[in-house]
Each structure stands twice: as C-alpha cells, then as structure tokens.
Nanobody, 120 residues
Framework: QVQLVESGGGLVQAGGSLSLTCAAS????????MGWYRQAPGKLRELVAV???????DYADSVKGRFTISIDNTKNTVYLQMSSLKPEDTAVYYCMASILTSWTSTHAYWGRGTQVTVSS
C-alpha cells in the first residue's frame, strides 16, 4: 500500500509565495512520475506540474515561469514552489504519483488535497 501525504498550502495575498510538499511512503519499488494537479470550484481537475523519471518536467502554460517543481528521489518527495501567485491559482491542489509497486505493477496514487487560496 502506498500513501501520499501533502503539506503546505494556505492563504496568501496576490503576488506572494507558497510551497507544497508531498511525500510518498509504503511499498515503493520505483517512481515513474510525481506531480501536482489542482481543481478550482466548478472546474475540472487540471495538471499544474509534473516531474518525470529521468529529469523531465512539464508545466501548465498558466504557471510557467512562476511555479517550480522538484523531486527528491531519496525521500520519494515532490515539492512545488509557487511564486507570483494570482487569485486564479486558488484551488485544491492534489499530489499524484505513478508508482511501481513491483517489476510489473504500476499504480497511480492521489493525495487528499491541500487548499491554496490567493486573495486579491
């Protein structure tokens, strides 16, 4: 069994910064990718940023240049540094991980979500 535990988030004024952390624990053989999604009220969940094994990263166009994703493979932890925050960044942010639980088994796991609120 694998668990993702998120921390960080909260309330910040527009232009401010926040950091999110997500740690994976449990029966982890390897990690294919870890990243962050977000869901604002009345909207679909969308990709924010992802870190892919091998060092590749990808970002939503709306956060490029403002958010930075990084991963510590020794700790199975992914970080999201958010700066120049805008009210439209307000959402519940979810950690996602694609994890190998054996040589032949891969599963996607989700955290419970953490609220980020940006006031104008």
């Amino acid at each position: 069994q694998v668990q993702l535990v998120e921390s960080g988030g909260g309330l910040v004024q527009a232009g401010g910064s926040l950091s999110l952390t997500c740690a994976a624990s449990g029966s982890i053989f390897g990690i294919n990718r870890m990243g962050w999604y977000r869901q604002a009220p009345g909207k679909l969940r969308e990709l924010v940023a992802v870190s892919i094994r091998g060092g590749l990263t990808d970002y939503a166009d709306s956060v490029k240049g403002r958010f930075t994703i990084s991963i510590d493979n020794t700790k199975n932890t992914v970080y999201l540094q958010m700066s120049s925050l805008k009210p439209e960044d307000t959402a519940v942010y979810y950690c996602m991980a694609s994890i190998l639980t054996s040589w032949t088994s891969t599963h996607a796991y989700w955290g419970r979500g953490t609220q980020v609120t940006v006031s104008s």
